[in-house]
Every structure is written in C-alpha cells, then in structure tokens.
C-alpha cells in the first residue's frame, strides 16, 4: 500500500467511525423519546422507559466528541434537538389527520405516539442543555489533562450532566403539576439510574479512535 493510499484509507476509516457514533448517538436520542410514552415500574421506582436507553447518549456524545471534535459534538446535539422536535410533530400530525376507516379507526396510534408538548419542551431543552454542557466539560478535561484517563473524562463530564439533565427536565415538565416531593422522587430514580448507566458505558470510550489535534 503506498504512502497516499494508507494516508487515504485511514482518512475514510476514521470518517466512517465519526459516521456510525453521530447515528447511534441520535439513534437513542430518537428511541429514548418514543420509549419515554410509556412510565414503567422499576426497583420500586415510577419511571419513564426512555430512561432505559438515554443516559447511553451522554457516553455517545463523547464518542463523537472524541472521534470528530468539539464543533461536529455541538452541531450534532442541536441537529439531534431538531430531530426529535420534527418527530413530535411529524406524529402530532399523522395523530390528527383522518383515518382511513376501511382499515379501522386507528386510535392506537394516537393515543400512544401523539406527544404532549410541554413534556416534549422540556426533553429538548434539557437533552440539549445537559449535552452542550457535558460537552464544555469534556473538552476542559481535554485541555488540562490531554489524552490520559479517558474513562475518566466520561465519569466527570456526565457527572455534570446527568444531574443538569433530570433537574431542567423535571422542573420544567413537572413543577406545577405534581407535588414538589413526587417531582424530587423522580429527580432522583432518573439520576440514579443515569448514574449506573455511565459507570457502565465507560469501557465505550476506548473503542474509537482520538481525533488528531484534540
């Protein structure tokens, strides 16, 4: 293999990783936000079943930072937003038009996927919020400490996170509506099952490679 040709394939090698950690990072965004219709009973707690799967999109979010830089991270965060926001409406939509009924009244669908938008405000905002925070954090860790202890970066830079997460989501979806004690409960069942989840997805950040030049 020539010079150019290495110089090539480790070129298209490392835009197909950028390429699978951005779609698997919106991926769970995505499935995080239609499993968060369905409040399941877990460990004596009430939670929604998105929070199964979101707490990954932080590790995720670093995954891309690490593979592509701190700018692709930032526009992919606000593209995952975007998303997720034509989702909801895109199913607010299909919820309201008329149903063909030789097939049926179909209500099913609208009583599960339609959204109720101050639950899906408050995702958005705080999906993007926490994740652009997480972020910052990351590249401080970054710039300080450079590419030593990389499992370490994650635990710090979620650490920042998962709690900003649950705090701005269920401030602005609950406070006002529930008792203050039910909202906290949440606050806490949402960071504590974040919490375990990072300690899990941690061995994920070693298997990309850095991005040259941070």
């Not at 219709?37 to 670093?62: E, K, M, N, Q």
């Amino acid at each position: 293999m020539t010079q150019t040709a290495e110089i090539q394939f480790r070129a298209e090698r490392a835009l197909a990783g950028v390429a699978l950690v951005t779609a698997a990072y919106i991926a769970a965004q995505i499935l995080s936000d239609i499993a968060s219709l369905r409040i399941v009973y877990l460990l004596g707690f009430s939670i929604d079943a998105g929070t199964l799967i979101y707490p990954f999109t932080f590790t995720l979010r670093d995954l891309v930072h690490k593979t592509a830089g701190i700018r692709v991270a930032r526009q992919v965060i606000v593209a995952a937003g975007v998303i997720n926001l034509v989702m909801a409406g895109l199913f607010w939509l299909v919820a309201r038009l008329p149903p063909d009924l030789q097939v049926g009244s179909q209500l099913e669908f609208g009583m599960v996927l339609s959204p109720v938008w101050r639950i899906v405000i408050a995702s958005i905002i705080a999906e993007v919020a926490s994740e652009l925070v997480d972020g910052e954090v990351y590249q401080l860790w970054v710039n300080r400490m450079g590419r030593r202890h990389q499992w370490l970066r994650v635990l710090v830079s979620n650490s920042v996170s998962v709690p900003l997460d649950s705090a701005l989501f269920c401030s602005l979806a609950f406070i006002g509506r529930m008792p203050f004690a039910v909202v906290l409960s949440i606050f806490w069942a949402n960071v504590i099952l974040k919490g375990v989840v990072t300690l899990v997805s941690l061995p994920m950040i070693y298997l990309v490679r850095e991005r040259r030049g941070g």
